[in-house]
C-alpha cells in the first residue's frame, strides 16, 4: 500500500518561501507523476503542480513564477518550494500520486495533508 | 483554464436517498473526469476516474456517468458514511481544476 507523508514549517513567514517535502513509501516513486494540492480553510481544492521522476514539471499557470518542485529518487521523495509567500497561502497543503495514462489522469494515492500557515 | 461548476453546492439528504450531483467543464473535456470524497479534517478519496470508473474498493451504490460537458455521480442509497464533500476535477488539459464542491449533509 502506498502511503506518502509530508513534512516541513507549519509557520513561514511573508516574503519567506515555503518548502515541503513528500515521502512515498510502500512502493516507488519511479515512473510516476507526483502532484502537490492546497486547501485553505473552509475553501476548494487547487492544484499547483506536478513533477515526474525525470524531473520534468508542470506548473499552475497562476502560481508558475513562485513554484519550483523537485525529485530524489533516492529517498522516494518529492519537494515544493514556493516563494514570496502571503497570507494568501495559508492552506493545507497535500502530496498526491497523479496516476496518468493515454484515457485517464486522477489523483489515486494522498498525503494527510499539511497545515502551512504564513504569518509573522 | 477550465473552469468546474458543480451543483448544487450543499445538498440534503437522508440516508436510504439517491442523490445526484451535477459537474459542468466550460469546455469539452471528453471522460477526464474524476469524483473524490472528502471528510472533515481527511485528504480527499478518489471514487470515480474517467467519468465512469469505480476505483477499486469503492461500494458500487457510487457511480459516474458523463462526457463532454455535463457529468453526474450519483449515490444509489446513502449510507451515514456518506456524508462528506464531494469535488468534481477535470484532467484534459495539464493544469488540472477543481469543482467547487457539494457538500451532502444529514436531512
Known amino acids: 500500500q502506498v502511503q506518502l507523508q509530508e513534512s516541513g514549517p507549519g509557520l513561514v513567514k511573508p516574503s519567506e518561501t515555503l518548502s515541503l517535502t513528500c515521502t512515498v513509501s510502500?512502493?516507488?516513486?519511479?515512473?510516476?507523476?507526483w502532484s502537490w494540492i492546497r486547501q485553505p480553510a473552509g475553501k476548494g481544492l487547487e492544484w499547483i503542480g506536478r513533477?515526474?521522476?525525470?524531473?520534468?514539471?508542470n506548473y499552475n499557470p497562476s502560481l508558475k513564477s513562485r513554484v519550483t518542485m523537485s525529485v530524489d529518487t533516492s529517498k522516494n521523495q518529492f519537494s515544493l518550494k514556493l516563494s514570496s509567500v502571503t497570507a494568501a497561502d495559508t492552506a493545507v497543503y497535500y502530496c498526491?500520486?497523479?496516476?496518468?495514462?493515454?484515457?485517464?489522469?486522477?489523483?489515486?494515492?494522498w498525503g494527510q495533508g499539511t497545515l502551512v500557515t504564513v504569518s509573522s | 483554464d477550465i473552469q468546474m461548476t458543480q451543483s448544487p453546492s450543499s445538498l440534503s439528504a437522508s440516508v436510504g436517498d439517491r442523490v445526484t450531483i451535477t459537474c459542468r467543464a466550460s469546455?469539452?473535456?471528453?471522460?477526464?473526469l474524476n469524483w473524490y470524497q472528502q471528510k472533515p479534517g481527511k485528504a480527499p478519496k478518489l471514487l470515480i476516474y474517467?467519468?465512469?470508473s469505480l476505483q477499486s474498493g469503492v461500494p458500487s451504490r457510487f457511480s459516474g456517468s458523463g462526457s463532454g460537458t455535463d457529468f453526474t455521480l450519483t449515490i444509489s442509497s446513502l449510507q451515514p458514511e456518506d456524508f462528506a464533500t464531494y469535488y468534481c476535477?477535470?484532467?484534459?488539459?495539464?493544469?488540472?481544476?477543481f469543482g467547487q464542491g457539494t457538500k451532502l449533509e444529514i436531512k
Open positions: 469546455q469539452s473535456i471528453s471522460s477526464y
Open positions: 498526491a500520486r497523479d496516476l496518468s495514462y493515454s484515457s485517464s489522469s486522477h489523483f489515486d494515492y
Open positions: 510502500g512502493g516507488s516513486i519511479s515512473s510516476y507523476y
Open positions: 476535477q477535470q484532467s484534459y488539459s495539464t493544469s488540472c481544476t
Open positions: 474517467a467519468a465512469s
Open positions: 513533477i515526474y521522476t525525470s524531473g520534468s514539471t
